[in-house]
């Protein structure tokens, strides 16, 4: 009998200004590529990975959204950890891109010991 792997991705650094979000998110590609189940938490300053109406102007920075939105319609889960969002003054579902999911702190600790692997970013 095979098993299906999971795997939880928890960013916990803002999306620009340094290469962790954008990693993450190249990981999280390569993990639904794989067939492997998927989850993004999003804590701290992770949280605004998934912000709506991001602007990287004229930055090198690639905006993180359209892929991440891309994966949550190929199946991978997204969860913005709902005190580090308030913690932000992102209080409200209408920050984030359609598909994300907000978890507390319990909801947190079930994401990181339900899946096989976690990566830490």
Known sequence: MTTKSSLAI???RSPYGQIH???????????????IQTS???VND?????RDGQDVGNTAWTPLIPPLAKAI????RV??????AQARGLLNDEHFVIGVEQVD??????LLTENEMVMVY
């Not at 998110?25 to 639904?32: F, T």
């Not at 992770?46 to 998934?50: I, L, N, R």
């Not at 969860?79 to 580090?84: I, K, R």
């Open 105 to 110: 702190d319990v909801g947190l600790t079930r």
């Open 21 to 35: 979000a954008a990693e993450a998110i190249r990981h999280l590609g390569g993990a639904l590529g794989e067939g």
């Open 40 to 42: 993004v938490v999003l």
């Open 46 to 50: 992770g949280v605004y990975v998934a």
């Open 10 to 12: 928890l960013i916990r």
């Open 79 to 84: 969860y913005v950890h709902t005190p580090s």
């Open 73 to 76: 319609a190929k199946g991978a």
